[in-house]
Every structure is written in structure tokens, then in C-alpha cells.
């Protein structure tokens, strides 16, 4: 079976000073920001303006599986 993940690279990481970003804040009247996603198969670049979290479960199964054991 093939595996349905990536594994993550270098990672989650903000680009600083990043052009697309200056030229949407520019645009937009308000600050924008760049971050990128990168793994072994993919890289995810995303400008934006505002960040909100939430958690959305405490199961580790998943990540369990692919990395080591979670408790």
C-alpha cells in the first residue's frame, strides 16, 4: 500500500521581507505576511494577514503511526 503522507522537510518556516507579501500589503492597505509549508513532495506558500488557532482534537493516531509511538 502506498503511503498517503509527506514527511516534512524543512519544515514550517515565515519567509521575511518577502516581495508577493509587500506587494499584497501595498495593495490591501494593511500588513501581509508570507509562510511556507515544505516536505519532501510539496511546498505550500501562503501571504496572509491575520492568524487564528484552535485546537480541534487530542488524538494522535495518525501522527502515531507515521513518526513513533504517542502516548
Request: hydrophobic share 45%; no cysteine.
Amino acid at each position: 500500500m502506498q503511503a498517503s503522507w509527506a514527511r516534512l522537510e524543512a519544515g514550517l518556516y515565515v519567509a521575511e521581507d518577502d516581495p508577493t507579501a509587500a506587494q499584497w500589503s501595498e495593495r490591501l492597505g494593511q500588513q501581509m505576511y508570507a509562510m511556507a509549508v515544505e516536505t519532501d513532495r510539496f511546498k505550500i506558500s501562503i501571504i496572509f494577514h491575520q492568524v487564528r488557532q484552535r485546537k480541534l482534537s487530542d488524538k494522535a493516531r495518525v501522527v502515531g503511526q507515521v513518526l513513533i509511538p504517542l502516548d
